[in-house]
Each structure stands twice: as C-alpha cells, then as structure tokens.
C-alpha cells in the first residue's frame, strides 16, 4: 500500500476550510508487477479480456511470461527453462498460444497435458515459423499456413 | 439402352430386323426376345453393320445420349410412340432422327434404382469389373464392348438377371462413371483403342456433370486414361529444377496430414533412435523443402541433456545453372538451426536418380556420429529401372546407418497388368480425393494444388509406361520382402509415435475419417478403412548394429 498521505482541503458548513488527511490512492496501474502477477493466473479468455481494458493493460499483457504460464499450466511435469529459448525464437508465446495451444486445447479437451500433445503443439509451430519465413515460391496469393486445418471451420450454407 | 417400359421398344428393332440388309448379326436380332434387342443395337453399331467405321464412334456416343434420356419414362415412351421411322437399318441416321424428335435431354435414371440400390459410390470393392455382374452375362462376351452392354441389361427391371452386388447409395451417376472408367480401361487392356476412345468421351461427360470428389478423380483418370490412347505421354521434364513439383507438395503439405503424419512419425523413430548420440547426422533422400527437420531439431533442442549436434545431407534433383535451391535451402536451415541452438551442418548433394549415389559421397564420420538414412515417397520411384533399388540400398547398407526411415504409400501400383494397377490406383485416388473434399475449411487454393498434385500421379500411374513410369507405389507387405531381402531388419515404432499421430489426426476437423493403425510396427494413415501411407522403420540385420 503506498504510504503517500495526500492532504486536500474541505469545505465545512461554517465557512472555515480545515486541512483533512485523506485515504490514499492505490492504483494498480502504477504496479506493474502485481498486475503481471495478476493476470498470469487468469485463463485464456479471462485475460482477452483483460487484455482489452485500457491501453496500459493492452501493453502489459504482451508480457510472455504471462502466455508461457497459460501455455504450461496443464503440463505437467513442467517443461524445462531451455524451452523458453526456443519458443522466443519461434515468436513467442503469445503466438504459441493462439496458434497452437488454444485450438488444441479445444479439441482435446484434457485437463493435464502429457509431454506428447506439448511435442506435438511445438512442432507444428516449429513447421509454421518455418514455412512462413522461410519457404521461398509459394503459388496463389495466400501466404502458407500449415496450421488452417486448427481454425474453427466456417459453416458455409 | 435402357428400357422404360418393354412394350414401347418393340416396333423400332423388329421392323428394323424385316427391313435392313441380311447380315450374320441379323439372326442374332430375330433369335434374342424382346429383352435383349436393345443389345442388339449397340452390338450392331460395334460389328460396324450400316454404321462406318469412322462414325461408329459418334453413333455410340449418340445412342448413348439417347439411352440417358429415354430411361426417363415420361419421354421415352409418349415420343417413340409417336416418331416414325423410316430406314431403321442405317443406325446414324436412325439414331439423329431419335434425338432431334426429343427436346429434353436429362441423365437422370429412374430405371437402376427400380431394381437394383446402388452401392456407395466410393465402395469400389465389386470392381474388377467383370465379378460385379452376373454370370450370364458374360454370355455375350463379345469383346471389351460387351462390358457396356452389360450396363444396359443391368439396368432392365425385369429382374432376368440375379445380382451379385447389393448397393446402397443413390448416387447413380456415379456408379456408371465407375463402370465406364473400368470398361475403359478394359478396352486398353485388350488393345481396343476405337472402343476406349469413344468411352473415354463418355466418362468425361459423364464426370463433367458429377460433382465432388468422384467427378474430380475421374476426370483426372479420364484425362490419363487419353493420353495413354493417344501414347501421348511426354515425361515432363521440369526445367525448373524440380521446384513445380515441390510447391504443389507443400500445398498437399499443408492441406491434408499425410505428409505431416509421416514426417511427425519418422522423425519420432528417429529421436528414439538417437537418444544418447552426441552428433547427429541424417540423410534425407529426397529434401524437397526441408520441412521434416525444422520440428526434428526443435525436438533436440529440448531433449534433456542438452541437443546433440544436427548435420544434414539433403539429396535434391540437378540443380540448373542460376539456381542453387540446395544451398539455399541449407541456408535457411542453418538459420533455423541457429534460433534453435542447436549446432548445424549442411551438406547438399544434386542426384538424378538416386541409384547413381555412392557411398563416399556422404562422407560419413562412423567413428563419432549416428547415422540416420530417410526417404519420403523416394524409394518407389527406383523400381521404374531394374537393378535401381538394389543399388541404393547396397549404397545404405555399406554406410551403416543406424536406422532407416521410410514412408510410401500404401498401394500396389506396379502390377504387370495394366488393368489391376487401374484398378488399385483408382480405388486409391478416389479414396484421396475424397478426404481432401471433406476438409470444407481449407482455401480453395491449397486444395486446388493439391488436386493437381495427385492428379499428376495419376497420369504417371496410367499413362506412362517403362522408365517413364516412377510412381511405382507398392505395399508395405512387399516392401518388407524387399528390404528382407536386402538385409534390414524391421524396427517397431514406438507408442509415442502412435500417439502423437492420433493426436494430430483429432486436430482436424474432418478427424472421424482420418485413421492411424499399427501394422507389425508399421504406422498407417488412412482414410475411412483405406490405408493410403505408411510409416516404417529398419535398421541393419545382423544386431550387431550398436547404438551410440
């Protein structure tokens, strides 16, 4: 709790002003990190959310640190710190998540990951990082996109 | 042709027999009941009686427009009532006259599903051909033409003829484009190539109109099955090095997961294989764009212990002289790999067939690194030429890999006999096709190329003959033979590998189609209860291999 005191003057009935100690005024937005701590906790939608409440928040929730823990909170055991190297490289994430774990998740519903779906989720964002920078003459003008089978198909009447 | 209603058929042929001109066949008209007369006609139009040969072709066609539209009954039979017929013995003209007195043309058949359900139309197990209809029939077994006769007999509503067959789907249309492909081919088998020519025509109209997977594949047989007729075959002799060929795989690549499956797969035999090496080396037979290793060497990146270090020897088509793809694409992998963390060399060797590699040309390092050999749809390719396939695998035994992975499809496409690979490849593609329909939310474009992917294995599988003919699919069965003999051992691909190609089939949408079995160590994908490719693993014979 900030231990500033703000002193504000106040009007009283009998025409004299008198010096009043207020409360102080605890921000959150001033404290990144409990905010960081906060919405590392959240689930994914939560943090959508939360992502979309100001422009401060929008900033602070591209934190990685807070998608690495939404990623691997259902893995279990915890992958370890040399991955944290290669999913920066991979684009983070952020990208991981949305690309990757989040429609799996939707499709295999289980609450504690083994290491086999978390294989799984980084190689196909390994040949998604790879085809999007790397591979050279593409036909058609839609960049390629390994990963378009994950997308919710569109219900076409 | 087919018959509405037997009565209103009767007056044409038996006037027809009174009047034309007496020939052999003319006995054979006044002989058959009334049933069978309508055979008579195409039989006549093919023995060439008052038809020349130059328009026998053209009179087929047009009795076989006449036959789709007369099967409507309420047609067929107010209008022959009414037309009169003069000359009937000169079947072009008989045949015009038919057609320009009826002014709606449809192809719907009401008739065959009187009398008999249609099966399926991707059930194509009742063909080879002649075991899906009766024995009787066979009666007539005059030449390959005979099998479109038997079209119309079957269709009769008399119910003359027992069915061996019950099929279940209404999909007509389908089912006769089935047949008329098989009896096209047929005709190729015995050399009738007037016959062929005119059938093929007939199933290229008849897949113009049918719509989905069945009309694609079709059209793209119909397309091989011409050239094969026409000996129009060219091996198309890529000037660009190979790279057409490699786009439209990174589009199949990225619109079904065959490949995925067998790159995901292969690369888990060979984590299991490498657990403890310090220094990786793999050679691929066929890098193409290399997307197997940027999930390899993420893989090692993360194996406990640290990542061994990654070379790569990537065999690639000849390269022309402005482009040096081989190397750039060893570029960008040793950039991935540097992302990764993990050590990188690259070694890109320019092959036109692999049988022309040596052992020396690897320069492997036996003393520090494990050696690992992969091909992906490669090994087929070397059956087109005798003595290829031994030479290759003598080449990896002498380098003593470690293991060997390697994925081909699950076909027998290098049957003596033309008509048995038509048939096994046409089961096989309707099969790919039909999966690749199913996948509603991929755009159109990676589809698209898809298709045209597999349709030019198509062409290679029927038209192309001799060395010309690469896409020599065969079993998995057979390839153990071969490599049994060759002196590999199998290697049983482990549950992880299983499991991971489960999870990724669920990941499709279309996911309830798409099936993974284990086949004496083997990994199949399939579609529906089709296996298409399949996953296998070896490694020396003998067991003395040891693992570093």
Known sequence: MSSEKRVGMVEKSNNKRQRVNQVPVFSI???????????????????????????????????????EELCF???????????????????????LYFLCIRPVLARLPKLLWTRDQLQLSLSLYCVHYYERLYVGAWLGDAPPSSLIFLRKPVNVV | MKRGHGETWDPPPASRSGEGPSMADKKKVADDNNNNNNMDDELLAVLGYKVRSSEMAE?????????MVLSNDD?????????????????????????????????????????????????????????????????????????????????????????????????????????????????????????????????????ASQAGAMGKVATYFAQALARRIYRDYTAETDVSGGSLEEVLQMHFYDSCPYLKFAHFTANQAILEAVTTARRVHVIDLGLNQGMQWPALMQALALRPGGPPSFRLTGIGPPQTENSDSLQQLGWKLAQFAQNMGVEFEFKGLAAESLSDLEPAMFETRPESETLVVNSVFELHRLLARSGSIEKLLNTV??????????????????????????????????????????????????????????????????????????????????????????????????????KQASMLLSLYATGDGYRVEENDGCLMIGWQTRPLITTSAWKLAGGGQSRR
């Open chain 2, 397 to 498: 035994k002498a380098i003593k890999p470690s293991i060997i992975t390697v994925v081909e499809q699950e076909a027998n496409h290098n049957g003596i006999v033309f008509l048995d690979r038509f048939n096994e490849a046409l089961h096989y593609y309707s099969s790919l096709f039909d999966s690749l329909e199913d996948s509603c939310s991929l755009p159109s474009q990676d589809r698209v190329m898809s298709e045209v992917y597999l349709g030019r294995q198509i062409l290679n599988v029927v038209a192309a003959e001799g060395s010309d003919r690469v896409e020599r699919h065969e079993t998995v069965a057979q390839w153990r033979i071969r490599m049994k003999s060759a002196g590999f051992d199998p290697v049983h691909l482990g549950s992880s590998a299983f």
């Open chain 1, 29 to 67: 937005n001033d404290h990144h990190d409990v905010l960081v701590e906060i919405l590392r906790r959240l689930d994914g939608s939560s943090l959508c959310s939360a992502a979309c409440v100001c422009r401060l928040w929008s900033a602070v929730a591209r934190n990685d640190s807070i998608w």
């Open chain 1, 73 to 95: 909170r259902q893995v279990s055991p915890r992958p370890s710190l040399s991955l944290r190297s290669v999913v920066s490289a991979l684009g983070g994430y952020r990208c």
């Open chain 2, 59 to 67: 009179v087929a066609q047009k009795l076989e427009q006449l036959e």
């Open chain 2, 75 to 207: 047609v067929g039979s107010t209008v022959l009532n009414d037309t009169v017929h003069y000359n009937p013995s000169d079947l072009s003209t008989w045949v015009e006259s038919m057609l320009s007195e009826l002014n709606n043309p449809t192809s719907s058949d009401v008739d065959p599903t009187r009398s008999c359900v249609d099966r399926s139309e991707y059930d194509l197990r009742a063909i080879p051909g002649l075991s899906a209809f009766p024995k009787e029939e066979e009666v007539f077994d005059e030449e390959a033409s005979s099998k479109r006769i038997r079209l119309g007999s079957w269709c009769e509503s008399a119910g003359e003829s027992t069915r061996s067959v019950v099929l279940v789907d209404s999909q007509e249309t389908g089912v006769r484009l089935v047949h008329a492909l098989v009896a096209c081919a047929e005709a190729i088998q015995q050399e009738n190539l007037n016959l062929a020519d005119a059938l093929v025509k007939r199933v290229g109209t008849l897949a």
